[in-house]
């Protein structure tokens, strides 16, 4: 049974950092894409960024490109989330999600993932 599970949210000022964990298990991990989404409430789930299976390829929404980074550890089983310059937009549920992976092309849409976290809250304060 696979299981993701986010970690490391939190409370942050307004320009803080802060990094997300995803550790991964019942998959093999190294076979996957992994994604990064966020939710505000009243909003839908959007996408923040994506890595593939290797970590070769990644991409980011706009409103995060230069502020955040996607990153793998397949060894031990963890993505993370690097996020910057953090602002109170930025405050939202944070997930993880895979799918398996189909070469080098990373997915942006929810749709696209097949197995998805619980969520860790991170919120942002002005």
């Known amino acids: 049974q696979v299981h993701l599970v986010e970690s490391g949210g939190g409370l942050v000022q307004s320009g803080g950092s802060l990094r997300v964990a995803c550790a991964a298990s019942?998959?093999?991990?190294?076979?996957?894409?992994m994604g990064w989404f966020r939710q505000a409430p009243g909003n839908e789930r959007e996408f923040v960024a994506a890595?593939?299976?290797?970590?070769?390829?990644?991409n980011y929404a706009d409103s995060v490109k230069g502020r955040f980074t996607i990153s793998r550890d397949n060894a031990k089983n963890i993505g993370y989330l690097q996020m910057n310059s953090l602002q109170p937009e930025d405050t939202a549920v944070y997930y993880c999600a895979t799918r398996y992976s189909s070469g080098t092309y990373v997915y942006t849409n929810n749709n696209d993932y097949n197995y998805w976290g619980q969520g860790t809250q991170v919120t942002v304060s002005s």
């Open positions: 019942g998959h093999t991990f190294a076979t996957y894409d």
């Open positions: 890595i593939s299976w290797r970590g070769g390829s990644t």
